[in-house]
């Protein structure tokens, strides 16, 4: 089975955190937590920082790691490596999402995930204090 290593932002403000919906492909209007593909030589943390710069314009912190989520989707197998990201500097800027949003942690589970970002909802609303 194909294998894809990828890196996810969970980009917090306060007490929420943002989230993307994809614009293209197979899971076209699905949620996702903005990321992608890490590069040949890149350490996931780089990988996250650039791909964040691509995809929001934006400048982030990488707070702390928060889980590494290992799922079989039926054309490949995905390990996505998460982190509690802040925005350093710039302004949000959707260049590949269809739409975003700033989300509570009683408004997480109102979205239509992607299977493997479900995953990391009930550690997220830990983080958030629910």
Known sequence: MK???VVAAIIRS????FATQRGYGQWKDWWEWPGG???PGETPEQALVREIRE?????????????TV???YPEFHLTMHCYMCSVISGALHLN????????????LRSL????ADIVLLP???QELGQ
């Open 3 to 5: 294998q894809i290593e």
């Open 14 to 17: 306060g007490d929420r955190v």
């Open 37 to 39: 593909k890490i590069e």
């Open 55 to 67: 995809e929001l314009s934006i400048d982030i912190s990488i707070d702390k790691f928060l889980y």
């Open 70 to 72: 290992e799922w079989d």
């Open 96 to 107: 590949e999402h269809e739409a975003a949003r700033w989300l509570s942690a009683p408004e």
């Open 112 to 115: 239509r995930w992607l299977p």
């Open 123 to 125: 550690l997220i609303e």
